[in-house]
C-alpha cells in the first residue's frame, strides 16, 4: 500500500522505481482520527506528509478566532512541505476532516535523501510552484471578488481538476467550502440556490451539473450573474 501511495502521488509518481522504494524506507504510516489535529501553526517542521485516505484540511485562525480553511487535500495529496526546505516552522494547522491515514516523512531523512539525489527536490519544487500560483489566485479571489464571484471560479478550478467540464462532484461539505470561500454556510446555500435560478448550475446533493459555462466564467470574471447586470 506504501508504495503505491508514493507512485501514484504527484510528487513522486514521475520517479523511477529505485527512487520510490527509497522513499517508502523512510515513510511512516499514521492512522488520523476524525478531528485529530496533526500539526499547529507555529510547530516545528519536522516532516512532511501524504494522504493515503481520508481527507486533511489545513487551516488558519485568525484574531477573531474565526477558521478559514486554506486547502483540502485528499488521497495522494502531499501537505506540510514547505519546512522540508526552509527548515522553519508549519505556517498553518493541520486536521483531519474525516477518519484518514497519511504516510509521514521525517525532514531529517528525507533531507539525506534529495542531497544525494536532486531530482526528488525538482521534482518537489516544481509542485510547490503549483501550491504558489494557486494560493495567490486563491488571495486574489478572496480580496477582490465577491463571494458569487469566489464561488463560480472555484467550480471552474475543480471542473479542470477533474476533467470533466459539464459536472463536478464535491468532495467536502458545504461548510468546508464556505470556510474555504471566506463565507457562512447560509450564504453560500443562497448563492447556489441563484445561481440555479439564473440557470447557471443545477445542484444536486454533492453534485454540481455546470448548464451555463459561459454565465458560469462571466460570474467567475466579473461576478455578475449575467451582462445586463451593472
Do not use: C
Not at 172 to 191: C, D, M, N, Q, V
Request: net charge negative; hydrophobic share 40%; no cysteine.
Amino acid at each position: 500500500m506504501t508504495l503505491s501511495v508514493i507512485s501514484q502521488s504527484i510528487l513522486f509518481k514521475d520517479l523511477p522505481h529505485h527512487h520510490q522504494q527509497a522513499l517508502m524506507a523512510i515513510a511512516v504510516e499514521k492512522p488520523v482520527g476524525k478531528n485529530e489535529l496533526i500539526f499547529s501553526e507555529g510547530d516545528e517542521g519536522t516532516g512532511f506528509y501524504i494522504v493515503v485516505e481520508g481527507q486533511i484540511k489545513i487551516y488558519k485562525i485568525s484574531l477573531e478566532g474565526k477558521e478559514h480553511i486554506l486547502h483540502i487535500f485528499g488521497p495522494g495529496e502531499p501537505f506540510g512541505e514547505v519546512p522540508v526546505f526552509s527548515g522553519d516552522v508549519f505556517p498553518a494547522s493541520a486536521e483531519a476532516v474525516k477518519q484518514s491515514r497519511v504516510l509521514y516523512f521525517p525532514r531529517d531523512r528525507f533531507i539525506h535523501l534529495i542531497t544525494t539525489d536532486p531530482t526528488l527536490a525538482l521534482n518537489m519544487l516544481a509542485v510547490l510552484s503549483k501550491r504558489l500560483r494557486q494560493f495567490t489566485i486563491q488571495i486574489e479571489n478572496l480580496s477582490l471578488k465577491e463571494v458569487p464571484g469566489r464561488l463560480a471560479g472555484y467550480l471552474i478550478l475543480l471542473s479542470e481538476e477533474q476533467k470533466n467540464p459539464s459536472e463536478v462532484i464535491l468532495h467536502i461539505s458545504k461548510g468546508h467550502l464556505a470556510s474555504f470561500l471566506g463565507t457562512i454556510p447560509e450564504t453560500l446555500s443562497r448563492i447556489l440556490k441563484k445561481m440555479s435560478e439564473h440557470g447557471l448550475i443545477r445542484v444536486n446533493g454533492k453534485t454540481i451539473r455546470i448548464t451555463d459555462p459561459e454565465g458560469l466564467a462571466w460570474l467567475a470574471e466579473t461576478g455578475r450573474l449575467d451582462a445586463s447586470e451593472s
